[in-house]
T-cell receptor, first 111, second 114 residues
Framework: SQQGEEDPQALSIQEGENATMNCSYK?????LQWYRQNSGRGLVHLIL?????REKHSGRLRVTLDTSKKSSSLLITASRAADTASYFC???????????FGKGTLLTVNP | DAGITQSPRHKVTETGTPVTLRCHQT?????MYWYRQDPGHGLRLIHY???????DKGEVSDGYSVSRSKTEDFLLTLESATSSQTSVYFC?????????????FGQGTRLTVV
């Protein structure tokens, strides 16, 4: 089964609003990553947070990690129409090899 | 793009025929992955490789085999294609998840089995 599960499956907001997506996972991890996928394209890496970190920022992105709850959240602030995409979390399951993804959250930002 | 190329980009094949998809990298990444993406399932790991001739199964490996005879190429073979293997296939490369480095993805191969 897939390691990460994103929630919600779909999210629709207005431009300028914040978007929050959540990810839950099942086993211990070394780090957790978030990726973005524009329709029909390959995934692009957004941000990585290590298991010993609780929060990380990158531009308009804020990621939190709670290893006790095996969950992470991705916050996109001041969203733009160009942020419309699917967002996936990925975990390594404690290994150096396997990188498994969740089902993703489809974010639609309406102008 | 991070020097990763998938070929072909599109393919239509008949049920029962063998199909090979190729992933080629120019970045000397140790780890290579094959995923399939289907609506409602996200990305599912088929097989991965952690070195030349070192491969292992992912969560949906039945009906697929892989080979990696050199660092830059990772081949995915559908021994006898079935309609359930109609999907978009993505290859990815990485220096290693624990190393804390990102994975880079190819543009995908859209495979249709008729």
């Amino acid at each position: 089964s897939q390691q990460g599960e994103e929630d919600p499956q779909a999210l629709s907001i207005q431009e300028g609003e914040n978007a929050t997506m959540n990810c839950s996972y099942k086993t211990s991890i070394n780090n957790l990553q978030w990726y973005r996928q524009n329709s029909g394209r390959g995934l692009v890496h957004l941000i990585l947070i290590r298991s010993n970190e609780r929060e990380k920022h990158s531009g308009r992105l804020r990621v939190t990690l709670d290893t006790s709850k095996k969950s992470s959240s991705l916050l996109i602030t001041a969203s733009r129409a160009a942020d419309t995409a699917s967002y996936f979390c990925a975990t390594d399951g404690g290994s150096n090899y396997k990188l498994t993804f969740g089902k993703g959250t489809l974010l639609t930002v309406n102008p | 793009d991070a020097g990763i190329t998938q070929s072909p980009r599109h393919k239509v094949t008949e049920t029962g025929t063998p199909v090979t998809l190729r992933c080629h990298q120019t970045e000397n990444h140790r780890y290579m992955y094959w995923y399939r993406q289907d609506p409602g399932h996200g990305l599912r790991l088929i097989h991965y490789s952690y070195g030349v001739k070192d491969t292992d199964k992912g969560e949906v490996s039945d009906g697929y085999s892989v080979s990696r005879s050199k660092t830059e190429d990772f081949l995915l073979t559908l021994e006898s294609a079935t309609s359930s293997q109609t999907s978009v296939y993505f290859c990815a490369i990485s220096f290693g998840a624990v190393a804390g480095t990102e994975a880079f993805f190819g543009q995908g191969t859209r495979l249709t089995v008729v």
